[in-house]
């Protein structure tokens, strides 16, 4: 967090005096996302918004794609410690933090926009004490569009994915694919487009805005619409520097962020079906699994919930409340 002083100037009978006028706040947010990605343009437009409602007294510093040096798993931790003031953080990607992130991720439990917004409903209680116990607030959270599988090859029967090395976000998705034979390999999105180029893995599970984002018709050719995954980030503040703020000034971004989260929400769901277009006309195939090939997926992948919730019982609850809605 940086502190800048705002200049005025007075003409006196000695000469031209500067007298501060006001403090300026300005917090450098850590991104790992490129700046034409909509999560970026969502936060781009939320710091203007708080620029406009502060008077310019409370300034978010844009650091997209990783320009800061920190990998996402890091990005917690980094808020926590004040590394940062502010980031995007991918829930499901600080597990080794806090177990209770990877709940999103279980295959099939609220792969749909719906069904991750009444799961965030029971949730965000929960993650609210978690983030305060982590010396943070959470502003807002989006989702991803849902997750995908490109690969080399097409992807028809569980067979097809034998052997695959495959990029997935965390050790859900690690467990996930090494059940259904594939090879998958944990990498942040920093390292994913440089692997696809030299060869490294063969295969990416991820949104249709991260394949747009890097470009992937120019190393895969074929997206599976698993939908296997609900996936978030949330936008979290650490708690000395939003402490550090007026009442007024923390009234209002709270608002801002209260007032802008739907419509990112809505941002969301619109990106999934602009980037889709733009894989297709880039050449790559792009087909919905067969219900034989979905059937398959839920029998590997539905039996992972009861062991999620044996493992973080703070999960049991929510979970439950979410099934039984």
Do not use: C
Not at 2 to 31: K, S
Not at 152 to 164: A, M, Q, S
Not at 165 to 193: H, K, Y
């Amino acid at each position: 967090m940086r502190h800048h002083p705002t200049f005025g100037a007075a003409v006196l009978a000695a000469g031209l005096l500067a007298v501060p006028v006001q403090a300026q706040t300005v917090w450098d947010m850590a991104i790992v996302w490129p700046e034409g990605n909509f999560h970026t343009q969502n936060h781009r437009r939320f710091a203007e918004a708080v620029r406009e409602a502060t008077d310019g007294e409370v300034v978010i510093e844009l650091h997209p794609g990783g320009a800061l040096g920190l990998a996402g798993p890091e990005l917690l931790a980094a808020v926590r410690d004040r590394i940062v003031p502010i980031a995007d953080i991918l829930l499901n990607q600080q597990v080794g933090e806090e177990p209770i992130f990877g709940m999103e991720s279980l295959p099939y439990l609220a792969p749909s926009f719906d069904e991750l917004e009444r799961l965030q409903a029971l949730a965000r209680d929960h993650y609210d004490e978690v983030a305060e116990r982590n010396n943070q607030k959470i502003l807002y959270m989006v989702p991803w569009p849902g997750q995908a599988v490109y690969s080399r090859n097409p992807i028809e029967t569980v067979e097809d994915l034998d052997g695959v090395r495959i990029r997935v976000v965390d050790s859900m998705g690690a467990n996930f694919f090494s059940a259904l034979g594939a090879s998958p390999i944990q990498m942040p999105w920093g390292e994913v487009v440089p692997a696809l180029a030299t060869g490294a893995i063969d295969g990416v599970t991820t949104s249709s805005s991260s394949g747009v984002d890097g470009s992937f018709w120019e190393f895969l050719g074929h997206m599976s619409r698993f939908n296997w995954q609900g996936s978030a980030i949330m936008v979290n503040v650490n708690l000395d520097a939003w402490n550090a703020l007026s009442e007024e000034h923390q009234e209002a971004i709270a608002r801002i962020a209260e007032e802008m989260q739907p419509e990112f929400w809505d941002a969301a769901r619109a990106e999934d079906d602009e980037k889709l277009a733009i894989l297709a006309e880039n050449g790559v195939e792009i087909r919905d699994p067969s219900e034989e090939l979905r059937a398959a997926l839920l029998e590997v992948g539905m039996p992972m919930w009861e062991a999620f919730m044996d493992e973080v019982p703070d999960s049991r609850p929510i979970i439950e409340a979410f099934q039984a809605d």
